[in-house]
């Protein structure tokens, strides 16, 4: 009877240590969206929702989040947020909306955004943003709207955009 009541205690321990070391979605998506509010400033208090303690982003506003719990939009336009873009925004994998326009963001347009395959608007225009525009972003087949006038990027357009079919705006 010993023996079986430290099997039960060690198969216990193993499964919940097990289940700790296994990272879920929201809190892989949580992470990366921390990364972006740890990289900006926000002096109008936008972000302040955003606990990194919840398990859940989709509590947090400006997340909107499908029946699976996994972020789809984020609404950030106009914010009045400064910083930088972070490449963790490239592990949103059911993003279809980043709105992210009429802030003061500054650097590159990260490449893994290239990797956001659902896609539908990249709204990043009326920034500081500076750069060339990622090749990357031509990976994005679902993209309709693709908005980065107004900023400070250089160099040619990426020519592989041209083969975005959905794309009604650029």
Known sequence: MAIW????????????TWASAVPTNANM???????????VKDPEHVLQSWDPTL???????HVTCDSDNRVTRL???NAKLSGNLVPE????????YLEL???????PIPEQLGGLKNLVSLDLFHNNLTGSIPPSLSKLSN???????????????PRELTKLGSLKIL
């Open 75 to 77: 609404d950030l336009g």
């Open 101 to 107: 326009y009429m802030n003061n963001l500054v650097g």
């Open 55 to 61: 398990v859940d982003p989709c509590t947090w506003f």
């Open 143 to 157: 993209l309709r709207f693709l908005r980065l006038n107004r900023n400070r990027l250089s160099g040619t357009i």
């Open 29 to 39: 998506e949580g992470d990366a969206l921390y990364a972006l509010r740890r990289a």
């Open 5 to 16: 009541a430290q099997y039960h205690h060690l198969l216990a321990l193993f499964l919940l």
């Open 89 to 96: 925004l490239g592990k949103l994998e059911r993003l279809q």
